[in-house]
């Protein structure tokens, strides 16, 4: 295959816009692209908005990539007024970088951010593309029926105006977008999933009693884990519901349930936790770090949430070989795989346990499963890491935004 010269290919600036660096995958996910195209050929700066009290931030993580966001202080999750300013400030940004391309992430950023691009493309007759990322949605779970409706009106109106290409992270995300909600023409969507760095993921079994001694753990005893923010959408308090029912279970054995995160609902679950009578199973370990090293001390991972785009929680999980059970929403669905065995409650999937969404007795029934079935743990958690690793690398994302940059540039 004939290769370009590498002196002929055209530089490539892109500005990348984010609403929040919060805990979780979007702000890694920007973060990685960032340092990744800061080369020869690419240029990117990334403009984020402030992360709201109580939430955590995850600026540090920018820091110690080498990522220096410009900070756009008025940009917020819910709409205000305020949203004014901040389509001016990058406005003006975009006036002084004089992008090839406008990659906007989450919601806010992607609506605040393509009006900018188009404002920008229309009003300087500038050759820009404009591509937006759904890493989740809001078009259920979120908010009530006349707000998401309002979502809804703004997402298929910026598709069809103001974006270049749509890009989602798995199949599942783009069948519930575009074919279930109707946003965007089919000819707009890429597919690309999401990366992660696998190799601080390597050798897990050698870390894998750090997190077991904090939490005074045996050997033999396993250890249920949810990670994610404390949100609505997350749903804890399913998992709650989910210790309870295991606890009312007759001659099952005894888990440590732990909960791995932080938000404004922290509060309401401890206080929710002490009222169901399941505070002494339940450990709130907070925000951590070092996913590294909890994830190696769990046995199984739980996912609880009413809403995903392709949960980073999962695919961690994965990437260490344990066992997942979740409900069957969003990207979960591609992430598991087909089912092989249907119960009557709960889904044996390739590469983890389903259950429907809201669902506590299936979740607890699918849970009960995995734990009586060490050897069915071992081969799921085993599956979930092959695909891992031949589907979520980092370097793969990489290319596949790079390479979608070059066709979009050189169309």
């Known amino acids: ?196 760095d696998l190799e601080a993921f390597a050798g897990w079994r050698g870390r894998r009693n750090v997190l077991r001694e904090e939490v005074g753990a045996a050997d033999d005893e396993i250890l249920v884990g949810l990670v994610g923010r404390l949100t609505e959408v997350k749903n804890h308090s399913l998992f709650l519901e989910v210790v309870k029912l295991w606890q009312e279970k007759p001659k099952v054995p005894k888990l440590k349930f732990i909960i791995v995160g932080d938000g404004h609902l922290r509060e309401m679950l401890e206080a929710e936790a002490e009222t169901r009578g399941v505070k002494n199973s339940v450990i709130f370990l907070g925000n951590r770090n070092d996913a590294d090293v909890f994830y190696a001390g769990l046995d199984i991972i739980a996912l609880t949430s009413l809403n995903e785009g392709t949960p980073l929680s999962l695919i961690e999980a994965m990437a260490n070989e344990k066992a997942v059970v979740s409900t069957a929403v969003g990207g979960v669905i591609d992430l598991l795989g087909k089912v092989e065995e249907r119960q009557p409650r709960f889904q044996i999937c390739e590469r983890g346990i389903s259950t429907a969404s809201g669902d506590a007795e299936g979740f607890c029934d699918g849970l009960q499963y995995l734990v009586n079935n060490a050897e069915r743990r071992e081969t799921i958690g085993r599956r979930g890491r092959e695909f891992v690793e031949a589907n979520y690398g980092k370097s793969r994302l990489v290319n596949d935004i790079k390479n979608l940059y070059r066709a979009l540039t050189e169309s």
Do not use: C
Request: hydrophobic share 40%.
């Open 1 to 196: 295959m004939r290769t370009e010269p590498q002196s002929t290919i055209r530089n490539i600036k892109i500005v990348r816009i984010i609403a929040r660096l919060n805990v979780g995958g979007p702000a890694r996910h920007v973060v990685w692209l960032t340092t990744a195209l800061q080369t020869s050929q690419y240029q990117t700066a990334l403009l984020a908005g402030r992360v709201p009290e109580g939430e955590e931030d995850m600026s540090y993580f920018a820091a110690e990539n080498a990522v220096a966001p410009v900070y756009i202080e008025q940009m917020s999750r819910e709409l205000s007024p305020k949203d004014i300013v901040s389509l001016w400030k990058i406005y003006r940004q975009l006036q002084r970088e004089k992008p090839d391309i406008i990659h906007t992430h989450t919601a806010k950023a992607g609506t605040v951010g393509r009006v900018a691009g188009f404002l920008y493309r229309w009003l300087g007759w500038k050759n820009v593309k404009i591509i937006h990322t759904f890493h989740g949605h809001i078009f259920h779970s979120y908010y009530g029926n006349l707000k998401t409706k309002i979502f809804l009106i703004i997402e298929k109106t910026l598709a069809r105006v103001a974006t270049d290409k749509i890009i989602v992270i798995s199949r599942q995300q783009f069948q519930e977008i575009h074919e279930q909600f109707g946003v965007g023409n089919k000819e707009q969507f890429a597919i690309v999933p999401l990366g992660i």
